[in-house]
């Protein structure tokens, strides 16, 4: 039986893709011609292909990278599908992060920042403790005026890395940020906070740390995030987590392959997909979200690491955050509940009330 061959034209007609377009994926291997004249060096394409190519074409059309389409291509059709899920997952992840730059910068041009001329600042404690399992503190954490900060170090220079990484934003408690490069300015203090722990490290790809910090302007909180500890905003008892988890299995759960109990108890959770420093190779930091953070009177944030949030729920935590407590009283009683449930891991937590003065 003889198979109907289609010219590239005809071919290029019934997928939708140009000839153009076509003589590319034969290059990139995407899709190759079913057979090429060896005289002419014409294209000619089964019918058979069509399927191929017209998935091709809707996955361009989806934005997919050409690698992605290679790897979508391979699978059967169920993984091809889940894979296609989870691509669609990390386009959304990335326009939420492009959202919130884009409400920042509305929000900048339009001068619509504080209004009234009600002076604020932050009322702040901090406390690390090595939990009661671990044999050593591979956490940091840092409160100042204008700067909160919790770092869990990972490797065999942990501690280092994370007092590192949270040493090199401290010149920030000494920085005015003009009004509009306070983003920019956490941006290069990561930087040289990424470089510190790349000093530490000193080559070992195991050496790294997580980063969440806050810098306060006197009527917001810029949040820097990477890795898996958090940032709660407590706000009229309501309890917001604002950051997003840097993990292999919250990347998961993102991608509808895993729900969050399931994640809550898999063995690889702490697996980071991006932390300062570790895996990372010289001169490159991989990228932290940044978020601008408008500030009300009474605002509770927290930040901590996660031996509090691996082991203590979201409803104790808010419980513990609601009641009538100093924030120095609030960080005791969660420690305090980290090691009651066994203290697996370091824990660490910093508290800030938003006060009118
Ligand atoms: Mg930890």
Same mark, same amino acid.
Request: with cysteine.
């Given at each position: 039986?003889?198979?109907?061959?289609?010219?590239?034209?005809?071919?290029?007609?019934?997928?939708?893709?140009?000839p153009?377009?076509?003589? #590319?994926?034969? !290059?990139?291997?995407? #899709?190759?011609?079913?057979?090429?004249?060896?005289?002419?060096?014409?294209?000619?394409?089964?019918?058979?292909?069509?399927?191929?190519?017209?998935?091709?074409?809707?996955?361009?059309?989806? =934005?997919?990278?050409?690698?992605?389409?290679? !790897?979508?291509?391979?699978?059967?059709?169920?993984?091809?599908?889940?894979?296609?899920?989870?691509?669609?997952?990390?386009?959304?992840?990335?326009t939420?992060?492009?959202?919130?730059?884009?409400?920042?910068?509305?929000?900048?041009?339009?001068?619509?920042?504080?209004k009234?001329?009600?002076?604020?600042?932050?009322?702040?404690?901090?406390?690390?403790?090595?939990?009661?399992?671990?044999?050593?503190?591979?956490?940091?954490?840092?409160?100042?005026?204008?700067?909160?900060?919790?770092?869990?170090?990972? =490797?065999?220079?942990?501690?280092?890395?994370?007092?590192?990484?949270?040493?090199?934003?401290?010149?920030?408690?000494?920085?005015?940020?003009?009004?509009?490069?306070?983003?920019?300015?956490?941006?290069d203090?990561?930087?040289?906070?990424?470089?510190?722990?790349?000093?530490?490290?000193?080559?070992?790809?195991?050496?790294?740390?997580?980063?969440?910090?806050?810098?306060?302007?006197?009527s917001? #909180?810029?949040?820097?995030?990477?890795?898996?500890?958090?940032?709660?905003?407590?706000?009229?008892?309501?309890?917001?987590?604002?950051?997003?988890?840097?993990?292999?299995v919250?990347?998961?759960?993102? !991608?509808?392959?895993?729900?969050?109990?399931?994640?809550?108890?898999?063995?690889?959770?702490?697996? $980071?997909?991006?932390?300062?420093?570790?895996?990372?190779?010289?001169?490159?930091?991989?990228?932290?979200?940044?978020?601008?953070?408008?500030?009300?009177?009474?605002?509770?944030? $927290?930040?901590?690491?996660?031996?509090?949030?691996?082991?203590?729920?979201?409803?104790?935590?808010?419980?513990?955050?609601?009641?009538?407590a100093?924030?120095?009283?609030?960080?005791?009683a969660?420690?305090?509940?980290?090691? !009651?449930?066994?203290?697996?891991?370091?824990?660490?937590?910093?508290?800030?009330?938003?006060?009118?003065?």
């Amino acid at each position: 039986m003889r198979t109907e061959m289609l010219t590239i034209g005809a071919f290029a007609r019934a997928c939708r893709l140009s000839p153009k377009a076509l003589r #590319l994926y034969d !290059e990139l291997d995407l #899709l190759r011609p079913a057979r090429v004249d060896p005289d002419t060096g014409y294209r000619y394409y089964a019918a058979g292909q069509l399927e191929r190519a017209r998935l091709v074409a809707w996955l361009r059309r989806l =934005g997919m990278p050409l690698a992605g389409i290679r !790897e979508v291509c391979a699978l059967p059709p169920r993984a091809a599908a889940r894979e296609i899920r989870a691509h669609w997952a990390r386009v959304e992840a990335e326009t939420a992060v492009r959202r919130d730059l884009a409400a920042f910068l509305v929000d900048h041009l339009t001068g619509e920042s504080r209004k009234d001329t009600t002076m604020l600042e932050l009322r702040y404690s901090a406390h690390s403790d090595t939990g009661r399992v671990r044999p050593a503190n591979q956490d940091t954490a840092y409160a100042g005026a204008r700067l909160l900060a919790v770092a869990d170090g990972c =490797g065999p220079a942990g501690a280092h890395a994370s007092s590192a990484a949270v040493e090199a934003l401290k010149f920030l408690e000494n920085t005015e940020p003009a009004a509009g490069s306070v983003l920019n300015l956490l941006e290069d203090a990561v930087q040289g906070a990424s470089q510190a722990v790349r000093d530490v490290a000193a080559g070992s790809e195991e050496v790294g740390t997580t980063l969440t910090a806050l810098l306060w302007t006197g009527s917001r #909180l810029a949040l820097v995030h990477i890795g898996d500890s958090r940032a709660y905003l407590l706000r009229e008892g309501g309890l917001f987590r604002i950051t997003h988890d840097h993990t292999v299995v919250q990347s998961m759960i993102d !991608e509808g392959r895993l729900t969050p109990e399931e994640a809550a108890a898999h063995p690889q959770r702490a697996l $980071l997909l991006k932390a300062l420093g570790a895996g990372t190779t010289a001169g490159t930091t991989a990228a932290p979200d940044l978020k601008l953070h408008d500030a009300l009177p009474g605002d509770r944030y $927290l930040l901590c690491s996660d031996g509090l949030t691996g082991v203590v729920a979201e409803e104790r935590i808010q419980g513990l955050l609601s009641a009538p407590a100093t924030p120095d009283e609030a960080v005791r009683a969660l420690v305090d509940e980290a090691n !009651e449930a066994g203290g697996p891991d370091n824990v660490s937590c910093v508290v800030a009330d938003v006060v009118a003065v």
